[in-house]
C-alpha cells in the first residue's frame, strides 16, 4: 500500500502542476460479433473477454452477459477507488469486497411493450451497492467517509449515477 500511495502522491503532484495533463481518452473496448449471441470484447493489449446469453434468450449459458460485465465493471472500479484512497489515508485494509447487484426486465431487451403500448426501458430498473470493508483499529465512521468519498471520486459508479454523454457513430465499410 505504500507503493500505491507513493505513485498517486506523484500523480497528484503531476496534475496540481498541469491539470491539462489529467484530460486523455481511455482505451477503447472493441466487440466483435461472433455468431448467435455470443460476443468478444478486446482491448489493445490483447486481452479478450468472451460474453454470451443465457439459453433462454438464445445463447449457451457458458459464459457471462454484457450485464454482469458491466456490474462487474462498477464493483472493480469501485473497488479500486476505495483501495487507492486507503493507501493515501495510510489506512491498511484487512478486507475489502464490492457487491454490484442490479434489477432489470428483459422486455426492455426483446422489444416486448407495456400494455399500453409504451417502451420498456432495457436498463436495469435499480442497481445496489453493497461494501464490505475493514481495516483493525480504525473506526466504521472513518472507513464509512473513506468509501463516500472513494465512491464520489470512482469513474464507472461516477458515469452511472450521472448521466454520460454517449455519441453515436455508425459507419458502413
Known amino acids: 500500500m505504500q507503493d500505491l500511495a507513493a505513485a498517486l502522491q506523484r500523480v497528484e503532484t503531476v496534475l496540481q502542476r498541469r491539470p491539462d495533463q489529467g484530460l486523455h481518452d481511455d482505451?477503447?473496448?472493441t466487440a466483435?460479433?461472433?455468431?448467435?449471441?455470443?460476443?468478444?470484447?478486446?482491448?489493445?493489449?490483447?486481452?479478450?473477454?468472451l460474453t454470451d446469453m443465457p439459453c433462454e434468450l438464445g445463447g449457451s449459458g457458458d459464459k457471462v452477459t454484457p450485464g454482469w460485465m458491466f456490474r462487474a465493471g462498477i464493483a472493480a472500479c469501485a473497488t479500486t477507488s476505495i483501495a487507492m484512497g486507503a493507501a493515501g489515508e495510510g489506512?491498511?485494509?484487512?478486507?475489502?469486497?464490492v457487491s454490484v447487484g442490479s434489477r432489470s426486465d428483459t422486455r426492455g431487451l426483446v422489444g416486448?411493450?407495456?400494455?399500453?403500448?409504451?417502451?420498456?426501458?432495457?436498463?436495469?430498473?435499480?442497481?445496489?451497492?453493497?461494501?464490505?470493508?475493514?481495516?483493525?483499529?480504525v473506526a466504521h465512521e472513518r472507513?464509512?467517509?473513506?468509501?463516500?468519498?472513494?465512491?464520489?471520486?470512482?469513474?464507472?459508479?461516477?458515469?452511472?449515477?450521472?448521466?454520460?454523454?454517449?455519441?453515436l457513430q455508425i459507419e458502413f465499410p
Do not use: F
Request: charged content about 20%; hydrophobic content about 50%.
Open 32 to 49: 466483435r460479433w461472433q455468431g448467435g449471441v455470443r460476443v468478444e470484447s478486446s482491448h489493445a493489449n490483447g486481452t479478450r473477454l
Open 143 to 167: 472507513l464509512r467517509a473513506l468509501v463516500e468519498v472513494a465512491l464520489a471520486r470512482s469513474p464507472i459508479p461516477a458515469a452511472v449515477q450521472n448521466p454520460t454523454p454517449l455519441a
Open 112 to 137: 416486448v411493450a407495456e400494455a399500453d403500448g409504451r417502451a420498456v426501458y432495457a436498463g436495469p430498473r435499480d442497481m445496489r451497492l453493497q461494501v464490505r470493508i475493514a481495516a483493525e483499529g
Open 91 to 97: 489506512i491498511a485494509l484487512d478486507l475489502l469486497e
Open 27 to 29: 482505451a477503447p473496448a
